[in-house]
């Protein structure tokens, strides 16, 4: 059965409220997603889809109609103009909209084996940067993100986009605080398995192409304006600079994670074949 939403009803207006209110994302524990393959990632990646939201007016491509034919999730079929909005454009509406049931902010999500490559973005303010960031890790193998502090928001639409559909292939967790992480390290740090924390800085002790990022690593990236605080600063054993050079002192958030998290793919890469 198809449900037909054609005014701006109170379903309508929960689903518009998720594009900029987090605390009622938080609260229904689920965010809105669009696009061909971050939808198709979602899926495959077995991600809770609630909801299925088509144009009544236009005619659907082979793969909305596959996803629809196949989905158990709840079909909608909406006004094009309230799809538009959904979709944060003007004109021209999404062919899908799918509502996603958010996952539980737990970091037993995120495995941490003998080769264990992680990712920490300490108070980011941009959830752009958390999407890219989320996409840069699931591109260069990495096992997860975990975001602390307050925070911008992973399930953001602007983080949500920015990932590209890595979102639902990498675990990606909000913590409060360091203490949870702490927590969580110490239970994976085995005599066989020293978990490094390694937080990236301009004034780091070693050049990042120098220090062996082989070994089980948790990577530590600041917030966009001031680094990484105090707190994770001590609790790193090592940390790293990007060597530059021209009139640029540092990087953004998401292009130094980038950097150190293809280092540490290359020299994991040479490891094997040597």
Not at 32 to 57: C, D, F, K, N, Y
Not at 84 to 90: P, R, V, W
Not at 152 to 177: E, W
Not at 196 to 224: H, K, R
């Amino acid at each position: 059965m198809v449900q037909r939403i054609t005014s701006r009803n109170a379903r309508f207006q929960q689903w518009q409220s998720l594009l900029t209110n987090r605390n009622k994302r938080q609260r229904s524990r689920e965010f809105l997603v669009q696009g061909v393959r971050p939808i198709t990632v979602a899926l495959e990646r077995g991600w809770p889809v609630r909801a299925l939201i088509h144009s009544t007016e236009r005619p659907l491509s082979r793969w909305a109609e596959d996803l629809l034919r196949d989905a158990t999730a709840e079909r909608v079929a909406m006004d094009p103009r309230l799809l538009a909005e959904l979709g944060e454009k003007s004109e021209t509406a999404p062919e899908v909209v799918a509502v996603l049931e958010m996952p539980a902010d737990d970091l037993s999500r995120i495995p941490a084996g003998d080769d264990f490559l992680g990712v920490l973005f300490d108070r980011p303010t941009s959830p752009g940067n958390i999407g890219t960031v989320i996409r840069s890790a699931d591109a260069f193998g990495a096992d997860g993100l975990i975001v602390t502090g307050h925070a911008a928001d992973v399930y953001d639409p602007k983080s949500v986009r920015a990932s590209t559909g890595s979102l639902f292939a990498l675990p990606a967790v909000r913590v409060p605080s360091q203490r949870e992480v702490v927590r969580w390290l110490e239970e994976r740090r085995t005599p066989g398995r020293p978990i490094a924390v390694v937080g990236t800085d301009e004034d780091g002790e070693a050049d990042l192409f120098d220090f062996d990022l082989s070994g089980p690593v948790l990577l530590l990236v600041g917030n966009e304006t001031s680094g990484l605080s105090a707190a994770w600063r001590e609790l790193c054993d090592h940390t790293v600079r990007i060597p530059m050079a021209g009139s640029a002192s540092s990087l953004n958030a998401a292009s130094a994670a980038t950097a150190v998290l293809y280092e540490a793919s290359r020299q994991r890469i040479a490891a094997r074949r040597s």
